[in-house]
């Protein structure tokens, strides 16, 4: 790295403050994105308060006694992990009848056979 000299001080200022002025309006640019975390825990209330249909306590309770739901469970809290959720949520996605012939469709071409 060269010396800074008395000289040189001005235009080493400069330089600092354009670069200062940088990183400020790539900070400002991020701070207006909008950020979802992706490692927010749901207790119950806060998951029945998130599902679609807004289940009772006692139908959660029961979809986790028979594990059809993720959870996770440390001493006595019960936590729900919001990825996971998510991708369970997305996973009773039924199909629309569009989509159910196309997957036909496919699966009849792999198979060597026409498509009526």
Do not use: C
């Not at 002025?21 to 909008?34: G, N, R, Y």
């Not at 993720?70 to 997305?90: A, T, Y």
Request: charged content about 30%.
């Amino acid at each position: 790295m060269d010396k800074i000299t008395y000289d040189k001080l001005p235009e080493a200022i400069g330089y600092l403050i354009d670069k200062v002025e940088s990183l400020e309006m790539i900070l400002q640019a991020k701070s207006q994105q909008p950020v979802e975390p992706s490692n927010l825990w749901f207790n119950i209330d806060e998951l029945r308060t998130y599902l679609p249909d807004k289940p009772a306590r006692a139908t959660v309770y029961s979809w986790v006694s028979s594990k059809h739901i993720p959870s996770h469970k440390n001493g006595k809290r019960l936590r729900f992990f919001k990825p996971e959720i998510d991708q369970w949520l997305s996973l009773g996605k039924r199909k629309s009848e569009g989509e159910l012939q196309i997957e036909a469709a496919e699966y009849l071409n792999r198979k060597g056979s026409k498509v009526v």
